[in-house]
């Protein structure tokens, strides 16, 4: 079965600065989701990946999934307390109604 | 408009009880699932519909049963609830392509 690791488990980030997030799977990604959750609400969605080396940018997160599609990275610009919750990576098949395996989960906070 | 919405949100019930929790999508798709989140925060896949069909079922005890009344609604019904069974749980739904809807959750707490 497929699992998913994300990195780091939490992340703890001054208001304005950039960070990273890592998602790495232990087989090949054919569909790769990210999603944000706040506390106490639902999954949004945030971006879907699935060509080697595909890149996709909305507002100031960018997702990158690698050439070899096993890693995947989101990104996050002058970070803003808006942008705190949990960020979780899914991977799928390559249609959408298959089961979507999630990450560990990286808990973002942002301080003023 | 709420594309998809679970009742209850919050339901706290003793060992033992059977419970429902009801899930709904007016956003046309044919795909519905079910997923359980537990205290760590680890999301996992319970169920999946497509047109009213059970497509995955992982494993998940016969004390959960899914059922789907049509595409639009897929209800989970719990039986002999045990302590374990608390979390959240999410509805989501898709079309054949194309990411999944969540629904708010429902946490469930088994005292």
């Known amino acids: 079965s497929q699992e998913l690791e994300q990195s780091p488990q939490s992340l703890i980030v001054q208001e304005g600065k950039n960070l990273t997030i890592n998602c790495t799977s232990s087989?090949?990604?054919?569909?790769l989701y990210w999603y944000k959750q706040k506390y106490g609400e639902g999954l949004i969605f945030l971006m879907m990946?699935?060509?080697?080396?595909e890149e996709k940018s909305h507002e100031k997160i960018t997702a990158k999934l690698d050439e070899k599609k096993q890693q995947s990275s989101l990104h996050i610009t002058a970070s803003q307390p808006s942008h705190a919750g949990i960020y979780l990576c899914?991977?799928?098949?390559?249609?959408?109604?298959?089961?979507?395996?999630f990450g560990t989960g990286t808990r973002l906070t942002i301080i003023p | 408009d709420t594309a998809v919405s679970q009742t209850p949100k919050y339901l706290v019930t003793q060992m033992g009880n059977d419970k429902s929790i009801k899930c709904e999508q007016n956003?046309?798709?044919?795909?519905m699932y079910w997923y359980k989140q537990d205290s760590k925060k680890f999301l996992k896949i319970m169920f999946s519909?497509?047109?009213?069909?059970?497509?995955i079922n992982e494993t998940v005890p016969n004390r959960f049963s899914p059922k789907s009344p049509d595409k639009a609604h897929l209800n989970l019904h719990i039986n002999s609830l045990e302590l374990g069974d608390s979390a959240v749980y999410f509805c989501?739904?898709?079309?054949?392509?194309?990411?999944?809807?969540f629904g708010p959750g429902t946490r469930l707490t088994v005292l």
């Open positions: 519909y497509n047109n009213k069909e059970l497509i």
């Open positions: 990946l699935q060509k080697g080396g």
């Open positions: 899914g991977a799928g098949g390559n249609f959408g109604n298959e089961k979507l395996t």
């Open positions: 087989k090949t990604l054919y569909g």
């Open positions: 989501a739904s898709s079309q054949t392509s194309g990411e999944q809807f």
């Open positions: 956003l046309g798709h044919d795909t």
